[in-house]
């Protein structure tokens, strides 16, 4: 008699379903960010250009800023960004502040021995050659 008693209990309490939201949080790439590795067309070429490449991104949406570098990017002026999506981006979109065209990169967020990274891939005008960014955070921007 006990048995069928806790197979009833079983049954009316095993077939509850809960819906479960679950929210990815926006990227938040505010902050400074410096160049630790640079390759072109698969080549390691770090260590020429050492640390001359560094972006400083403000609030989502909001504006970057490019360090004084003389190395290849897709912008060559400061303006605004923004991604594809703010919770699943797999492209950043750079606008100049001088009116040109958006022009729009893959984007990557990885983490790497506990730090966050931003990764670009692009090809600065010539097709033959394609540029691979690996960049740091230094500091957020407040």
């Known amino acids: 008699m006990l048995i069928p008693v ?3 209990a079983a ?3 095993g077939c509850k379903t809960e819906e479960f939201y679950f929210q990815e ?8 960010w410096r160049l630790i590795k640079m390759t072109r067309n698969g080549v390691d070429i770090t260590a020429r250009v050492g640390e001359a490449f560094g972006i400083a991104f403000g609030n989502n949406g909001a504006t970057y ?15 605004t960004w923004a991604f594809d999506d703010p ?5 950043i979109s750079f606008t100049p502040a001088d009116g040109s065209k958006a022009i729009t990169i893959p984007f ?4 790497s021995e506990g730090k966050r990274q931003i990764q670009f891939n692009f090809s600065p005008g010539c097709s033959a050659n394609v540029y691979e960014y690996l960049l740091e955070e230094t500091s957020a921007t407040d």
């Open 25 to 32: 949080p926006s990227k938040d790439i505010s902050g400074n």
């Open 65 to 79: 800023q490019l360090g004084e570098h003389l190395i290849p990017f897709v912008v060559s002026g400061n303006g």
């Open 11 to 13: 049954l009316l309490t």
């Open 87 to 91: 919770a699943y981006p797999f492209a």
């Open 108 to 111: 990557l967020y990885p983490v």
């Open 6 to 8: 806790i197979a009833l």
